[in-house]
Structure formats: structure tokens, C-alpha cells
């Protein structure tokens, strides 16, 4: 009898609020990885997701950066209506995630899910300009359990930290597991490997009811840090190493979802927060990190990386996989976004969008399955941030229209662009950005300039919940 009672828990409905796992990179650029074509660097678990799942080669975060890239994500709206005024808040900043923000969690929440998150958060920080406010953690938004970085792991006062309701920590229902990761290489070697056994455990122990993971790798930012079992492993050095233990993550947990009969049941889906960071070939800054400046990572065959408003800063891997639910070897060449992982998942567990703001994203589930799924997605227009979380660039159709340009390595490749003098592309056709079209196109030019402007506009309109609106 107990054998059958644990068949039937299992044997929900694949559609019946669905687990969803969300697999997120820290600086993991779009060519870091053996499906995207480099050669030396193998991630054969990530690859067996692009062929039983849907690859979207045409994938973007809204910033080239942090935070504001991360806010996008879980909230499914531009960086410019949060109100953190910088696509990276450090962990003396008075501002982090409002508390009026809707996030994934939060909405899956209200439908019964359990809620973990294994990784690096980097949305706000308890300190004395915010009173040491709760509000800053995730446990305030939507996430029953935590262990992770409170910031990136190369700031000073990095902690690693989890949630514990006897936690002695300043701020009640969480506890430090360590203070200073830069100085702590036995705390920040093992980061990929406790959010993996975190994952793992927390899997199998919702297994009988739905379920979301968010798992927010720090790695492959810089500094990098392997575990001694992956060390030397890769023919790329220390960036392969790395990448082999975020593919063993992969593996790892598929393997668990596999043995809990869940298969049916979960959606994973596996992207980075932006490009590689590129900046520690040009710089004497690379010298705190040693080695590691020789091991930045790859947005190849984009130009630039994080940081930058080019194509290498934007554009990510996206992958959606759901054997037995969605057609796999799928290789979708519409556009999409972080943006709109939000909107699709709640679709798909029945929540409904949140009211009292705009959601910028898309519900583009008929992208992942149109025999199951029909409804219409609306036609791809996409804002680009830039370090003040204001629009750098808009893409609409296959054109992107710059206006202004931003490179960590500093020289813009010879390229200048303001309103007045606006640089455009085709970047279906001119994906390294490197022709501009903007004498032949002036009609184009200056209607996507019109559409930006219009964007930005109504963003600032609505205002942030911070402004008190």
C-alpha cells in the first residue's frame, strides 16, 4: 500500500502547476559552451538539454549587468522601474528589491509551491542605510529556503549565508556561513557544490508537490573557483574546469528529477545573467585575481561582453527543457528574454500577472510547444540598459538601433552614437555589429528612435514603487 500511495503522489499531471527550475550564470557568455561552438570547452549535460529541449539562439537579459539584470528576470520588468538607479547595487546600498515587487516566487507561492533559491542573490543587503531591513533578503520575496551570496563573491564583505529560524545574524531568519569570501578560498571553492547538494536535497524532498528552484550560480565570475574534483580537468584551464562543474549541476539534478518520477513534471530552464566579463585583459586590475585574467569567457560570435551594450553584454544562452511536454531539438529563431520567463511560467501554473504595474515580457509558450499552446506572441521590441538602468538601445524585428555606446574595454571599437547621431543595425544579417545602415535606413532610424523615446517615456511615467507611487 505504501508503494502505490507514493505512485499516485507522483503521477501528477504534467500541466498541473508544473516544477520549474531556473538554472542562472554569473558572466557565462553565449560562446562558453560546446553547443554554441567552442571547441574546447565541454558541457555535455547543458548540450543534452538544447537536444531534448528548445534552444533559443536569439536569447537576452535587459542588462549587461548584475543586479538589474537579475531584477528583470525574477520580476519580468525593465531595470528602469526598480528604482535601484544602477544595473549593480553593492552591499552598502541603502535601495534593494521593493518589497511591492511581484517576483516568480512569489507568485508561484500563491499556488501552493515550495520556493528554494541556491545561489548568489545581489538585490539588496541589510545595513544600517536600510536599517538592517528584511526586505533586502530573499525570504522577503517569495523563497521558503536560502543558501547563497548575499553579493558577488570578489566584493570585501561578501557573505555566505543561509535561511535558519535560529539563525544569530542581525537580521532575524537567516545565519552567516561565511564573512569574507575574497579572503575565504575553502568557502568559495565550495559554492557550485552546495547549491547543487542544496538543489538535490530540496528536490527530493518536495518531490509530491510542485516546486520552484532557482539556482543562481556565482560562477563563471570572476575570481573562478573549482572543487578539487573538477580541478584540471578541462583542455580550457580554469574556465573549462569551472563550466565542467556547473555541466555536473546540470547533471546532477536532471538525474534527481529522473529518479523522483518527475520528469513529466518539470520544466528547466537555463540561462546567465549576462556576457563575459572582458575587462581583465586591458586592465592592471587583473592582478588581484592572478591567473583568473587569463580565463575570462566567451560571447563569441558577438562583439564585447558584460558591461558593454553591444550584442556580447545582451545576448545569453536560453534554453527550455521538458521531455515528454515539449518537442525537443527545437532551435527557436524568434527573439526573447528574461523578461519572459515570468509571464510564461505563471501561464503555465495558472497565476495570474500581476496588477498595479506594467510586465514588460511575454507569455511564449506557443514558442515551446504550438500544437499545445496557441496563443499569439506579441511581436519582439527590446530595450537595452545601460548603467544607469535608462535605454542604450531598442531592438525591434532584426535592427537595433543604438544610442549610446558603453564597452568596459573602453574603445568602442571606433563606433560613436547619441540620439542626434544614432548607430543601426541588422543583426540577423550583421551579428558582430559592424555595418552601420543608418544612411541607408533614415525612415527606419528615426521611427525606432521615436518608439525608444516612447518606451522610456512611459517607464518613467509610471514611476517606481520607491518613488511612492
Known sequence: ???????????????????????????????DYAHNGNPVIETPNISRMVQEGVNFPQFYVTSPACSASRYSLLTGRYPGRSGLGSWVIGPSAARHIHPHEVTIAEGLKSRGYATGMFGKWHLGNPNEKNGLSWDALPLAHGF?????????????????????????????????????LPSDPVASTSLTGRYTDGVVEFIKANKHRPFFAYVAHNQPHLGLYVSDEFKG???RGLLGDVMAEIDDCVKRIRATVADAGITRNTLII??????????????????????????VGYAMPFRDGKGSTWEGGHRVPGIFCWPGVIPGNQRILHPASTLDVLPTVFALAEVELPKGRTIDGRD???????????????????????HDNGPSAIRVGPWKLHVRIGSQLRDNYGFKASRETPLLF????????????????????????????????????????????
Open 1 to 31: 500500500m505504501v508503494a502505490l500511495c507514493a505512485v499516485s503522489l507522483s503521477a501528477r499531471e504534467p500541466m498541473d502547476r508544473p516544477n520549474v527550475i531556473l538554472i542562472f550564470l554569473d558572466d557565462s557568455g553565449y560562446g
Open 144 to 180: 521558503d529556503t536560502w543558501i547563497g551570496s548575499n553579493v558577488s563573491h570578489d566584493y570585501g564583505n561578501a557573505k555566505l549565508m543561509k535561511s535558519d529560524p535560529s539563525g544569530d545574524d542581525p537580521v532575524k531568519g537567516y545565519k552567516t556561513l561565511a564573512i569574507n
Open 233 to 235: 580537468r578541462s583542455r
Open 270 to 295: 537555463f540561462t546567465s545573467d549576462n556576457g563575459p566579463w572582458l575587462l581583465f585583459r586591458k586592465t592592471k586590475e587583473h592582478k588581484k585575481y592572478g591567473e583568473a585574467r587569463m580565463h
Open 364 to 386: 511564449i509558450r506557443s514558442y515551446l510547444d504550438a500544437s499545445q499552446f496557441n496563443k499569439p506572441v506579441d511581436d519582439f521590441k527590446f530595450l537595452y540598459s545601460y
Open 426 to 469: 541588422q543583426v540577423e544579417q550583421d551579428i558582430s555589429e559592424r555595418i552601420d545602415r543608418r544612411e541607408d535606413e533614415v525612415d527606419r532610424t528615426q521611427s525606432m528612435l521615436a518608439q525608444l523615446e516612447k518606451m522610456e517615456q512611459a517607464i518613467k511615467r509610471e514611476g517606481t514603487f520607491w518613488d511612492g507611487r
